[in-house]
């Protein structure tokens, strides 16, 4: 009996031992995948987008070149950007001067660099300020409604009924146009738009079901406006963040082209090329690389800012 019962219990362990792995690896392959992160998402949309990606990295670059422009005159150029030479004035694009020189003879490629700096910092640091402010009057006006909603756009409405350009001209012309007061003015000067486009987002996620769960549970407006409704607002943001640094670096270019831009010897993209519009019949790269930094560098922008909005809101999945 002892041997009848080794033995069946030896067959049966050898039937079981092949049907348990079978049924592991038929769990394993019909196991439900984890789901991925928001942020995993967006990851790998913004990696098979492939002209976000380039519009990222042609902005990274001249990004890195201008933070490095120091270096770069010094180290590889072996050029003071700010150094004349009468001899060599509207020289062409050479093996010793790569872009050609201006007509004080100053090397063009080290003023480009150092002058994108100044642009790009100005853009990126208005439009910080703007968004800033546009963003949080924009959810307060958006979350509350009714009489704070009213009040707001009110005031909205009277600014935006001033001309800009006006206004902006003569606030120019009473201060120094240093860089500092460009980004505050064009930062205090450029939120309008944004509180007006955060509001209406604001309008529509304040009524979802996640936040009126929230709202239920005891969460306070605070938490309701930080935690809940600005996280789902931040495509919208992304994409006027990345239009308002383009304008900005526009709106700087045309206060160059009437003169009330940042003064030389201080080189910026607008100021190169707008002194550089009396001498195209002279020195036509004098025009050609300033005015093309500005277009590639906006284009990049938009493209960057479509790519991310794309990414980052799950309505359009």
């Given at each position: 009996?002892a ?12 039937v079981s031992a092949?049907?348990g792995?079978?049924l592991d690896?038929f769990?394993e392959?019909?196991a439900?995948?984890?789901p991925?992160s928001?942020?995993?998402?967006a ?18 670059t001249l ?9 770069i ?9 700010n150094?004349t030479?009468?001899?060599?004035t509207?020289?062409p694009?050479?093996?010793e001067h790569?872009?050609?020189?201006d007509q004080l003879?100053?090397?063009?490629l ?5 002058g994108g700096?100044?642009s790009l ?7 910080a300020?703007?968004m800033?402010?546009?963003?949080s009057?924009?959810?307060i006006?958006g979350?509350?409604g009714?009489i704070?909603?009213d ?14 350009l006006f206004l902006l ?13 460009f980004?505050?003015v064009l930062?205090?000067?450029?939120w309008m738009?944004t509180?007006r ?7 529509s996620?304040r009524e ?7 709202r239920?549970?005891?969460a306070?407006?605070l938490t309701l406006?930080l935690r809940?409704v ?6 919208i943001?992304?994409v006027i963040?990345m239009i ?5 670096i ?5 206060l160059?082209?009437l003169?009330?831009g940042?003064q030389p010897?201080t080189?910026t993209?607008g100021?190169?090329?707008?002194n550089?519009q ?5 020195g036509?790269?004098l025009?050609i690389f300033?005015?093309l930094l500005?277009t ?12 991310l909005?794309?990414?980052?809101d799950?309505r359009?999945?």
């Open positions: 009996m041997q009848d019962d080794s033995g069946k219990s030896a067959s049966s362990a050898d092949p049907w792995e079978d690896m769990l392959t019909t439900t995948p984890e991925l928001f942020g995993k998402i990851v790998r949309h913004i990696l098979r987008d492939r002209l976000t990606l380039i519009a990222m990295g042609i902005l990274l990004i890195l070149l201008s933070v490095l422009a120091g270096v005159s010094k180290e590889v150029l072996k050029v003071d950007p150094s030479d009468l001899l060599i509207f020289d694009p050479s093996s790569w872009l050609g020189t003879g100053r090397d063009q080290s003023r480009l660099l150092f700096r100044i910092a100005i853009g990126f640091s208005a439009a300020v703007s800033t402010i546009g963003i009057i924009g959810l006006a979350f509350f009714r704070v909603d009040f707001i756009m009110w005031f909205i409405n009277t600014l935006q009924s001033i001309p800009t001209l003569i606030i120019v012309a009473l201060f120094s146009p240093t860089p500092f007061w980004v505050v930062g205090l000067l450029g738009g509180s486009l955060v509001r209406g987002e604001v309008f996620l979802r079901d996640y936040v009126t769960a929230a239920a549970l005891g306070s407006r406006m809940h600005l996280p789902n607002a931040i495509p943001v992304i963040t308002d640094v383009g304008s900005v526009l709106v700087e270019s045309a160059s082209f003169g009330l940042v010897p080189a993209w100021n190169m090329l707008s550089a009396s001498y195209f019949h002279l036509t790269h025009v300033p005015g500005i590639i560098t906006v284009l990049c922008l938009y493209l960057l800012g479509d790519g909005r794309d990414a980052l799950p359009l999945k």
